[in-house]
């Protein structure tokens, strides 16, 4: 049975190649490597290993055992048992075993079929297998077996895997899986989450019928959830103790369903903690170590990353005294500690960029009280211009539990004088989405904000690069100062349709000290140049966060038995299983793009991000790609084990197989359907095929 590793999976970040590569030549590197390597080769050797077993209980010679193809007689290693050559093949995209009579090849199999048909007409069958070229009537031979025996011997390789599958779960929940809690750390502006009003500190606490979901739960239950219908999410705010029920209908606008939220981060800073933290933070270093874990700022004690956000939002303009716990390390006892850290002011570039109208409307917000709808464009605050979109929200949170008029025209073409109340902020709403519009937290708007410059500010890094209003950013790359000659990295292209403006400010928050911007900007004669500015700091506008990372919030999932943990990986099998369906369902109904599917080197990837995140996490991988296996080859597409069934069902139907032309024709396409699926899924991995 030919196997074709085109194994589909939901990739949802890549990596540049030059990081790659020098991941892949770190010494340190290298056993997760030899990790990846041996857990996929297992998951297809258990597939394989399943139609070899049953094909030797009824009887069929196995002439091949082979991982991966020796195409052209190429192969790395090989030996004989028996009647059968084992091998590993020098072509690592997947398997087979190949029995005395079947051939995946088309015009093989034909040829054959018709040798023994000559045979069968002549009467001369042999009572004895035979040597040599072996003709479909040999005893011995897979296609002289009975119908259920070859379905059996098809189908044991999916079964395989779904033991397989279990088996490693089950090993996974036995040993302990750290897995993602369902909280929210931020959320995306003009997102679904967004426009119902979730904000940081938020808990899910159930997603439709399900109760406690972790947060991978609420990743399939938006990507592979009702988009038309909505996905109804149980939200309980810690604040005030509140719980609600919403319905969000996932945007689909990024090429996968998403209401827009990031994972839960805890208080504890990151183990790998080095050099390099953006802003503040990586001023304040060394005196933050890894793994610290921040009790207080100024003395108000904080327990949650919402509290502490809270709390650096009434202090952005200055100096905070983070109060925070060391872990004991390196022969040091574990300590209490106060460490100052600067406020960080923004970077800008001295470029207003042009407002666009209101993409979203928060619900409930002041904005949603006061009339405002998508398609309106603010154009001045109490009679006075807007200004910068991207400073907006600053001014008018200055203005919080003030009443403030806003001058709006409308999509229709009149003016509307509005007035409303801002409100105080003390949570975070970041455009760190690409085409993410600008929140205005303050009144609960989403503004769009286009890369076409409106003004320059004088003597700003802008107005030095001789960058002038009218021209358009067509493209931005972040320089780094350690790889100024980072070629590899294109940047991030935008457009009209693709307005990132937002997004690219916010990245500039993040990046480290000394990083400048090379630009492609574009004049009205359509003429393109390459501008290099290094960013200046606003001491009017400042970042909440300062550039504090930290480690994800996790809750440790471990069965207590055996009989628990054999329960658990089976219901994660079932699971996987299951996504799979819903996945490729919503890729043929064209309900998420195919841009999202990954091909080799995307699994391998991903391997080697799970084996570096631990063991188990590692093995629930294994288990995902087994379920994934076991799915895509059990499809009725001729070359692969679930077309084969399909022919066999047609066989035991009628009593006679079908005949050798469509069996042919079919199993040309199937090829063919197989082959240009590898070269896409090729294609998105080596970056030739753009992902969105």
């Known amino acids: 049975m030919c196997l074709m590793a085109n194994v589909m999976l939901v ?377 910068d979109p991207l400073a907006l929200d600053d001014a008018l949170r200055r203005r919080a539990g003030d009443t403030v008029q806003l001058t709006v025209a409308r999509a229709g073409g009149e003016t509307a004088e509005v007035e409303l109340v801002p409100r105080p902020v003390a949570w975070i709403e970041e455009s760190r989405w690409p085409t993410s519009p600008v929140a205005v937290s303050s009144i609960g708007a989403a503004i769009g904000v286009d890369a076409l410059v409106a003004t320059v500010a004088a003597d700003s890094p802008a107005a030095r690069a001789g960058i002038v209003a009218g021209e358009r950013v067509v493209r931005v790359r972040f320089v780094m100062p350690a790889r100024a000659d980072a070629g590899d990295d294109e940047g991030l292209e935008l457009s009209e349709k693709a307005p990132s403006w937002p997004y690219v400010a916010a990245a500039l928050q993040q990046v480290e000290e000394g990083t400048s911007l090379a630009l492609v900007v574009e004049g009205a004669d359509g003429v393109q140049r390459d501008v290099q500015l290094t960013p200046a700091t606003d001491p009017a506008r400042f970042v909440v966060d300062r550039g504090l990372l930290f480690e994800p919030v996790y809750r440790m999932v471990r069965a207590g038995s055996i009989l628990a943990a054999l329960r658990l990986g089976f219901g994660k099998a079932i699971d996987d299983l299951s996504l799979v369906y819903k996945f490729l369902h919503k890729l043929t109904s064209n309900q998420i793009s195919p841009r999202l599917l990954g091909g080799p080197i995307e699994i391998a990837k991903q391997a080697g991000k799970s084996a570096e995140e631990g063991f188990s996490r590692f093995l629930l991988f294994l288990t995902m790609l087994s379920a994934n296996l076991a799915v895509v080859n059990f499809l009725p597409i001729p070359v692969l084990d679930g077309g084969h069934m399909v022919f066999l069902a047609y066989e035991w139907l009628r009593g006679k197989p079908p005949s050798e032309g469509v069996v042919a024709a079919l199993s040309y396409l199937g090829l063919a359907l197989i082959l240009t699926l590898m070269m896409f899924v090729f294609g998105l991995d080596l970056g030739l095929i753009p992902r969105r």
């Open 11 to 387: 990739a949802t970040t890549w990596l540049v190649a030059t990081t790659w590569l020098e991941w892949i030549i770190q010494p340190s590197s290298w056993w997760v490597i030899l990790q990846v390597a041996l857990g996929l080769g297992f998951v297809i050797f258990v597939h394989e290993l399943g139609h070899f077993l049953v094909a030797k209980a009824c009887g069929v010679k196995c002439e091949k055992f082979f991982l991966g193809f020796d195409v052209g007689g190429l192969k790395l290693a090989s030996f004989r048992w028996g009647e059968t050559e084992y091998g590993i093949g020098a072509l690592p995209l997947g398997g087979y075993v190949k029995m005395l009579g079947q051939d995946d090849n088309p015009a093989a199999a034909a040829h054959e079929a018709e040798r023994a048909k000559a045979f069968v007409e002549a009467g001369d069958l042999p009572k004895e297998p035979v040597a040599g070229p072996h003709p479909a009537w040999d005893p011995r031979s897979y296609p002289a077996q009975s119908v259920p025996e070859r379905m059996a011997i098809i189908s044991a390789g999916v079964i395989m895997n779904v033991i397989f599958a279990i088996l490693m779960a089950s090993w996974a929940f036995g040993l302990g899986v750290k897995e993602l809690t369902c909280e929210v750390s931020g959320v995306r502006p003009g997102g679904a989450a967004w426009r119902a009003g979730l904000r940081t500190g938020d808990e899910i606490t159930a997603i439709g019928a399900l109760e406690k979901p972790i947060f991978s739960d609420l990743q399939k239950g938006v990507t592979l959830g009702d988009v038309a219908k909505g996905v109804e999410f149980t939200i309980r705010r810690p604040a005030d103790g509140a719980t609600r029920t919403l319905l969000l209908r996932p945007d689909t606008d990024l090429g996968v369903p998403t209401v827009g939220v990031t994972s839960p981060f805890s208080l504890t800073l990151p183990a790998d903690l080095k050099e390099g933290l953006p802003g503040a933070a990586g001023r304040a270093l060394p005196a933050l170590g890894p793994r610290d874990e921040i009790r207080a700022i100024d003395g108000v004690p904080v327990r949650t990353y919402a509290e502490l956000i809270a709390e650096l939002a009434k202090r952005q303009d200055r100096s905070v005294r983070l109060t925070v716990a060391r872990p004991a390390r390196s022969g040091v006892d574990a300590t209490t500690l106060d460490i100052e850290v600067p406020p960080q002011p923004m970077r800008t570039t001295g470029m207003v960029m042009t407002a666009l109208p209101i993409k979203a409307v928060q619900d409930d917000s002041p904005a949603a009280l006061a009339g405002l709808e998508a398609g309106d464009r603010i154009v001045a605050i109490d009679k006075a211009a807007v200004g």
